[in-house]
T-cell receptor, first 115, second 111 residues
Framework: DAGVIQSPRHEVTEMGQEVTLRCKPI?????LFWYRQTMMRGLELLIY????????DSGMPEDRFSAKMPNASFSTLKIQPSEPRDSAVYFC?????????????FGPGTRLLVL | GQQVMQIPQYQHVQEGEDFTTYCNSS?????IQWYKQRPGGHPVFLIQ?????EVKKQKRLTFQFGEAKKNSSLHITATQTTDVGTYFC???????????FGTGTRLKVLA
């Protein structure tokens, strides 16, 4: 299995631009999570999906952030407009409710820098 | 809301010394997970503890879940340079599969 795939791996953009981060979970996993990691705030859960349905988006910082999961093999996290304080590493993770008891498998992350 | 704290925040040890990180939750946990993140990498699952007082070992790593299921610890015996990284504990939040990650302990091993 290829593991969780994220793209792009690095993104540098200017304030005000739209940023789209992409994630392909492990095949067969029914849960997908988006996290943000910064030195100041640590690893924060932004939103998670179960069977493509958003379950809890209470961690999404504000309306500039949105996430979708149109099918079981693809999810996006969009920031529009981006701001310098959005600079962070964004991780996608997936897990299976059928095995592994909630073990989360993380992707390599997208390192976002907003200038 | 639920909080998961870890101490210490940073730890520098000489290679061969032991290391322990402690995890404390503001609420009782049904289980606890531990992850390791190498510098520049992503968190990787290490283990899950479920039972009160449970102790599990993985080679030089010993994991313990407290009797009250509100705290946990990870102990590394005779650290090696390959142990460098940040160790996170994670406890379930509201919703079965939502996990709250601890603040992490960053370990540096000096050769």
């Amino acid at each position: 299995d290829a593991g969780v795939i994220q793209s792009p791996r690095h993104e540098v953009t200017e304030m005000g631009q739209e940023v789209t981060l992409r994630c392909k979970p492990i095949s067969g996993h029914d849960y997908l999570f988006w996290y943000r990691q910064t030195m100041m705030r640590g690893l924060e859960l932004l939103i998670y999906f179960n069977n493509n349905v958003p379950i809890d988006d209470s961690g999404m910082p504000e309306d500039r952030f949105s996430a979708k999961m149109p099918n079981a093999s693809f999810s996006t996290l969009k920031i529009q407009p981006s701001e310098p304080r959005d600079s962070a590493v964004y991780f996608c993770a997936s897990s299976s409710s059928y095995r592994g008891q909630g073990t989360q498998y993380f992707g390599p992350g997208t390192r976002l820098l907003v200038l | 809301g639920q909080q998961v704290m870890q101490i210490p925040q940073y730890q520098h040890v000489q290679e061969g010394e032991d290391f322990t990180t402690y995890c404390n939750s503001s609420t009782t946990l049904s289980n606890i997970q531990w992850y390791k993140q190498r510098p520049g990498g992503h968190p990787v699952f290490l283990i899950q503890l479920v039972k009160s007082g449970e102790v599990k070992k993985q080679k030089r790593l010993t994991f313990q879940f407290g009797e009250a299921k509100k705290n946990s610890s990870l102990h590394i015996t005779a650290t090696q340079t390959t142990d460098v990284g940040t160790y996170f504990c994670a406890g379930p939040g509201s919703g079965t599969y939502k996990y709250i990650f601890g603040t992490g302990t960053r370990l540096k091993v000096l050769a």
